[in-house]
């Protein structure tokens, strides 16, 4: 199965698209502190907030939610 861009998590989605679309990624929403009254923030803010790097959160959700990729 080829994966399509389309389908990857970027950081214009919310946490809870996330958590609903890609429940494996659980987890690492839990490491990054993302709780669930967050649900309705993006990740490009969440990361602004926390002062995450945007590219590396959204990499590491992605290896959760597409692990054989």
């Known amino acids: 199965m080829s994966l399509r861009f389309d389908n990857l998590i970027r950081g214009s989605m919310t946490v809870r698209e996330i958590r609903l679309e890609h429940p ?6 839990e490491n990054y502190g993302f709780r669930a009254s967050c649900d309705d923030c993006t990740i490009e803010v969440l990361c602004r907030k926390y002062g995450l790097a945007m590219p590396d959160v959204v990499e590491t959700l992605n290896k959760a939610a597409f692990p054989h990729q």
Request: glycine share 0%.
């Open 24 to 29: 494996a990624t659980a987890e690492v929403m």
